[in-house]
């Protein structure tokens, strides 16, 4: 069974707004792969970059509401946004409904390999007494990632310097080379680079350790501040899509996340 339209469509679209290798990407292709399989049809992922995740979350806002264009939310896009820009281009509660939550989970502090710090107390020690020296990345302005490390600087009292890239990806290459000195990336996609020794990890965000790297200690076992924060992820449809298109995609979404492989991918992601 297809959805049915005016229009002569022939694929689904999951607008992922941001580049390649990110959190809203990751998500994007396992829910993808999950619904091409289950609808029998074609449904692509496409990056819709720029100014963090607002371009992307704008197209989406302004596609037709007939079930055939996606898009990834989370908590940067669909929750900080609004307080984060006094002006945006679309409202989260007003032009979007949500098809499903897909998956949950830490930021993780990282570092260039190479820095000398050993814990997050001695992190934040030398950046109370060195304002300014260090400098951290994110996949954007207002990007989760950016927010996580905002956070944890204004609650412990220190002024780091703001490192915006174009997403995930490019934030890591730099970390990597030494160009950047910290990124508080989702814990999933920060997680390949620490399991090979390519970045230091400090802390996770969440109150519960990231099952993912159990040995990386909570920001509230550092003891420098409590901090409880999670990136989550779910598939949003345009407001206005018929009742019967957004209960079939609901149920899509619903089966393809009881997958394993789709859950694995996710929890990864």
């Given at each position: 069974m297809r959805f049915q339209c005016s229009?002569?469509?022939t694929r689904t679209a999951i607008i992922a707004p941001n580049p390649p290798g990110g959190g809203f990407d990751l998500i994007a292709r396992v829910v993808s792969q999950k619904l091409s399989e289950q609808l029998n049809q074609q449904v692509v992922v496409?990056?819709?970059?720029?100014?963090?995740?607002?371009?992307?979350?704008?197209?989406?806002?302004?596609?037709?509401p007939d079930g055939y264009t996606l898009l990834v939310g989370g908590l940067s896009n669909i929750a900080a946004n609004v307080g984060?820009?006094?002006?945006?281009?679309?409202?989260?509660?007003?032009?979007?409904?949500?098809?499903?939550?897909?998956?949950?989970?830490?930021?993780?502090?990282?570092?260039r390999k190479d820095l000398p710090q050993q814990n997050l107390r001695e992190l934040i020690d030398f950046a109370r007494a060195n304002p300014g020296k260090l400098t951290y990345a994110?996949?954007?302005?207002?990007?989760?990632q950016h927010i996580a490390a905002a956070t944890l600087a204004y609650i412990t009292g220190v002024k780091m310097v703001h490192v915006p890239y174009r997403g995930a990806q490019a934030a890591h290459l730099d970390l990597q080379s030494g160009r950047v000195d910290l990124f508080f990336d989702n814990a999933g996609t920060a997680k390949p680079y620490v399991d090979d020794g390519r970045v230091k990890p400090f802390a996770v965000s969440s109150a519960q350790r990231f099952a993912g790297m159990p040995n990386?200690?909570?920001?509230?076992?550092?003891?420098?501040a409590q901090m409880d924060m999670e990136a989550w992820f779910g598939i949003f449809a345009r407001a206005g899509t018929p009742p019967a298109v957004l209960k079939r995609l609901q149920t899509e979404m619903a089966k393809a996340i009881q997958s394993p492989r789709a859950a694995a991918g996710a929890c990864c992601a």
């Amino acid at each position: 069974m297809r959805f049915q339209c005016s229009r002569k469509i022939t694929r689904t679209a999951i607008i992922a707004p941001n580049p390649p290798g990110g959190g809203f990407d990751l998500i994007a292709r396992v829910v993808s792969q999950k619904l091409s399989e289950q609808l029998n049809q074609q449904v692509v992922v496409e990056n819709r970059t720029g100014a963090g995740t607002l371009v992307g979350t704008e197209a989406a806002a302004k596609s037709t509401p007939d079930g055939y264009t996606l898009l990834v939310g989370g908590l940067s896009n669909i929750a900080a946004n609004v307080g984060l820009y006094k002006k945006l281009a679309y409202d989260p509660l007003a032009d979007f409904v949500p098809v499903g939550m897909v998956a949950s989970y830490s930021y993780a502090l990282v570092s260039r390999k190479d820095l000398p710090q050993q814990n997050l107390r001695e992190l934040i020690d030398f950046a109370r007494a060195n304002p300014g020296k260090l400098t951290y990345a994110s996949g954007g302005v207002g990007t989760g990632q950016h927010i996580a490390a905002a956070t944890l600087a204004y609650i412990t009292g220190v002024k780091m310097v703001h490192v915006p890239y174009r997403g995930a990806q490019a934030a890591h290459l730099d970390l990597q080379s030494g160009r950047v000195d910290l990124f508080f990336d989702n814990a999933g996609t920060a997680k390949p680079y620490v399991d090979d020794g390519r970045v230091k990890p400090f802390a996770v965000s969440s109150a519960q350790r990231f099952a993912g790297m159990p040995n990386v200690p909570t920001v509230n076992e550092s003891g420098v501040a409590q901090m409880d924060m999670e990136a989550w992820f779910g598939i949003f449809a345009r407001a206005g899509t018929p009742p019967a298109v957004l209960k079939r995609l609901q149920t899509e979404m619903a089966k393809a996340i009881q997958s394993p492989r789709a859950a694995a991918g996710a929890c990864c992601a």
